[in-house]
């Protein structure tokens, strides 16, 4: 769950790890990445380079914005509680109660949950963000499902009840 992008992949293909994840993911059974593992999916990451990723999912890997003057009240990494919500219903009316079909079912939007992180995923097909974040001067998809497979860029086993909640979710898919 913590880590760089770049030595993830190094200790994934040293073990053939990678060649695992992809093989099981065709399967339809339920994949869960959480944290380095949701970013890990992605195509590619910007972290300390352009580097290649498990392509679960296709999209990129980026930095927060870093604060525009030394008065933002925010640092890099992200280390903490956050909130997680609705993607923005005007803009995709689509995304419309997409927490009941989904590991967030029974969460209360805006329910808080652990971050630690610098990077966050962009995917290319937005429809397929669940839940939103908004941290310093960005906003970012926090939770994805794509058919079987599930990313949380928070860590839902330190997130108290409502992350319980959510682990217990994902098992019962």
């Known amino acids: 769950g913590v880590g760089a992008f770049e030595d993830g992949m190094k200790d994934l293909k040293a073990k053939n790890l990678d060649i695992v994840i992809k093989e099981f993911s065709q399967t339809g ?3 869960l990445g959480i ?24 999209g990129d890997v980026v930095r927060f914005t870093t604060p525009n003057n030394e008065k933002s009240n925010y640092k890099i990494p992200q280390i903490g509680w956050n ?32 971050f630690l992180h610098s990077y966050y995923v962009i995917p290319d097909d ?26 949380c860029q928070f860590h839902p086993e330190r ?15």
């Open 29 to 31: 059974k339920p994949l």
């Open 35 to 58: 944290c380095l593992g949701m970013q890990l999916s992605m195509t590619s990451s910007q972290e300390n380079g352009k580097h290649l990723g498990l392509d679960l999912i296709s």
């Open 83 to 114: 909130e997680l919500l609705m993607p923005d219903k005007k803009q995709n009316p689509l995304l419309m109660n997409r927490w009941n079909d989904s590991i967030l079912d029974g969460i209360d939007e805006s329910s808080y949950m652990y």
């Open 126 to 151: 937005a429809n397929i963000c669940v839940a939103q974040t908004s941290y310093g001067r960005d906003i970012f998809c926090s939770v994805f499902q794509k058919e079987n497979i599930i990313g």
């Open 159 to 173: 997130s108290g009840e409502q992350g319980l909640k959510i682990l217990q979710n994902f098992v019962a898919l």
